[in-house]
């Protein structure tokens, strides 16, 4: 089956830690993306990438990092810099980086930051 | 800052009717618009897309762009209960996407 997979579904931390998120996609797509939704709001981009070995900040990168060094993953660390880390995480992939390409979800990893 | 405006409801509709949800955005160069669907505590699935002014249908759904006014909107014919959820708009533009904050639509029996 192709699909973009996450995980763990759930994690929690401790404040001061960093944790880093898992995001693996099959589909073949070259373009991936992070993120964050807070309870009953949209979504907001963290970071994203169009090619290995390359990424870009999106709007609200500030505590995060990211790597790209294979197609098919691009795994996110939430450091102990970001201030509110406790989120729903989201990644998503598209065929490629352009505004006619539909973006897909993963099944999101839930934080929880005590 | 480039924005897009939902209001988030929820929206009530009942079983059978139609349900219209909006959205308008400030980006007059966006060139494309997804809706989203999502569950309760599950990620956003794509249920809709339009590129060019006017209509676009896919079963029971109708995405309808309206770029002059900046304005699309999500029509759900025959409303379910199944279709209670929250709806997520969306503009494309060199990419990146930019989210409403979503509706929440309650299809009651």
């Known amino acids: 089956d192709g699909g973009i997979t996450q995980s763990p579904k759930y994690l929690f931390r401790k404040e001061g830690q960093n944790v880093t998120l898992s995001c693996e996609q099959n589909?073949?797509?070259?373009?991936m993306y992070w993120y964050r939704q807070d309870p009953g709001q949209g979504l907001r981009l963290i970071y994203y990438?169009?090619?290995?070995?390359?990424?870009q900040k999106g709007d609200i990168a500030e505590g995060y990092s990211v790597s790209r060094e294979k197609k098919e993953s691009f795994p996110l660390t939430v450091t102990s810099a970001q201030k509110n880390p406790t989120a729903f995480y989201l990644c998503?992939?598209?065929?490629?980086?352009?505004?006619?390409?539909?973006?897909?979800f993963g099944p999101g990893t839930r934080l929880t930051v005590t | 800052q480039k924005e897009v405006e939902q209001n988030s409801g929820p929206l009530s509709v009942p079983e059978g009717a139609i349900a219209s949800l909006n959205c308008t955005y400030s980006?007059?160069?966006?060139?494309?618009f997804f809706w989203y669907r999502q569950y309760s505590g599950k990620s956003p699935e794509l249920i809709m897309f339009?590129?060019?002014?006017g209509d676009k249908e896919d079963g029971r759904f109708t995405a309808q762009l309206n770029k002059a006014s900046q304005y699309v909107s999500l029509l759900i014919r025959d409303s379910q209960p199944s279709d209670s959820a929250t709806y997520l708009c969306?503009?494309?533009?060199?990419?990146?996407?930019?989210f409403g904050q979503g509706t929440t639509l309650q299809v009651k029996p």
């Open positions: 998503a992939s598209a065929l490629d980086l352009g505004p006619t390409y539909e973006q897909y």
């Open positions: 589909l073949n797509h070259d373009a």
């Open positions: 990438s169009q090619i290995v070995n390359d990424f």
């Open positions: 980006d007059r160069g966006s060139q494309s």
């Open positions: 339009i590129y060019s002014n």
């Open positions: 969306a503009n494309g533009n060199t990419g990146k996407l930019i």
